[in-house]
C-alpha cells in the first residue's frame, strides 16, 4: 500500500474551513478511483492535513496528476502545500474498528 500526506497552511481559519468541505467532496471521489482509506486531520486553525491511502503507488499518482490543476489554483491564492508519499504498513486492533469509521460506498 501507499500513503500520500498533504499539509495544506491557509491564511486564515476562514479560508481553511471553506476548503475542507471542498477537499472532502473531491477525496470522497477517490474511492471510486482505488482510494482505499482517508483521514482529514485538522490540526490547528489554519492548517489541514489530509492522509490518502491506496492499494499502490501508481493509483495514487495516477490521480495526483489528474488533480494537480487544484493545488496550483491554491497555491496561486497563497495556500502553502506541502506533499510527500511512501509504501505503508497498515495494521488495526480489532475488527470493531471499522465500526468506528465511516464507510463510503
Known amino acids: 500500500m501507499f500513503t500520500r500526506i498533504h499539509t495544506v497552511r491557509f491564511q486564515n481559519q476562514l479560508a481553511k474551513e471553506a476548503m475542507r468541505d471542498k477537499f472532502v467532496s473531491i477525496v470522497d471521489g477517490f474511492f471510486a478511483e ?14 489541514l492535513c489530509f492522509i490518502n491511502l491506496w492499494r499502490s503507488k501508481s493509483d495514487s499518482e495516477r490521480i495526483h496528476h489528474a488533480h494537480q ?3 496550483a489554483q491554491l497555491q496561486d491564492m497563497g495556500v502553502k502545500i506541502s506533499m510527500s508519499g511512501g509504501m505503508a504498513t497498515v495494521k488495526y486492533s480489532s475488527d470493531d474498528i471499522l465500526n468506528m469509521i465511516e464507510k463510503k460506498t
Open 34 to 47: 482505488g482510494l482505499l482509506l482517508t483521514q482529514f486531520v485538522d490540526i490547528d486553525d489554519t492548517t
Open 69 to 71: 490543476s487544484v493545488f
